[in-house]
């Protein structure tokens, strides 16, 4: 059986702090994209309590997915977001999660994220990442962007940082590692740049605004 709110909510009181964890559990966190990275900073996040996350992800569970993103085997052909709206209530169930299966565009960008403090980018694809920073940005100056590039391949996880790349927007990842060079994609690499961005996000909740 779950604990109730109030003794779960105790226990990250007591790792955190009582005024740092209020923080957390008012901030509203958009994750757009679902995927080795989207999948494990939405998980990182909800074990930290952060009370609101919205996951937007139009993609469904492949088994390929599996060596790296928060999945379960019997969860293949789900949708993710939905997916990983179950499996972060399984972890946290007192977490508010807002799950959407549709696909971010230029067009769609202001009105999907206006209700969150902090956007994660998590894309795949280059040109998709691009979108989502610059489309976010020029939406809402005012809200930070965490974003990636370069987590692929097998080179060292010390090469993986956060930089500071403007005044809202963030980027971390060794910035050029590209699975589209055929390096792969591995696990325990991309959990490292998730680690980061995730961290990143509760370093802006907190207020501190340095990487």
């Known amino acids: 059986?779950?604990?109730?709110?109030?003794?779960?909510?105790?226990?990250?009181?007591?790792?955190?702090?009582?005024?740092?964890?209020?923080?957390?559990?008012?901030?509203?966190?958009?994750?757009?994209?679902?995927?080795g990275l989207g999948s494990n900073i939405a998980v990182a996040l909800a074990r930290a309590g952060v009370g609101h996350l919205h996951l937007i992800d139009f993609d469904r569970v492949e088994p390929s997915n599996l060596n790296r993103q928060q999945y379960a085997a019997?969860?293949?052909?789900?949708?993710?977001?939905?997916?990983?709206?179950?499996n972060i209530a399984a972890i946290n169930p007192y977490c508010e999660v807002t799950a959407e299966a549709v696909r971010i565009t230029e067009e769609n960008v202001a009105v999907l994220l206006s209700g969150d403090d902090i956007i994660c980018e998590a894309f795949d694809r280059a040109e998709e990442k691009a979108m989502l920073v610059s489309s976010a940005l020029a939406a809402y100056p005012d809200k930070p962007v965490v974003a990636a590039s370069g987590m692929a391949g097998l080179e060292s996880a010390n090469r993986i940082s956060t930089v500071r790349v403007s005044k809202r927007l963030y980027v971390c990842g060794d910035r050029t590692a590209d699975v589209a060079d055929g390096l792969g994609?591995?696990?325990?690499?991309?959990?490292?740049?998730a680690a980061h961005q995730a961290t990143m996000i509760l370093r802006l909740i907190d207020g501190s605004e340095e990487p």
Do not use: I, N, S, W
């Open 185 to 193: 994609l591995y696990g325990a690499r991309v959990l490292v740049c």
């Open 74 to 86: 019997a969860q293949v052909g789900l949708a993710k977001a939905e997916a990983l709206k179950a």
């Open 1 to 35: 059986m779950a604990p109730d709110r109030e003794t779960l909510h105790a226990a990250l009181v007591e790792r955190h702090g009582a005024a740092r964890q209020a923080k957390f559990d008012a901030a509203h966190v958009a994750v757009c994209g679902l995927g």
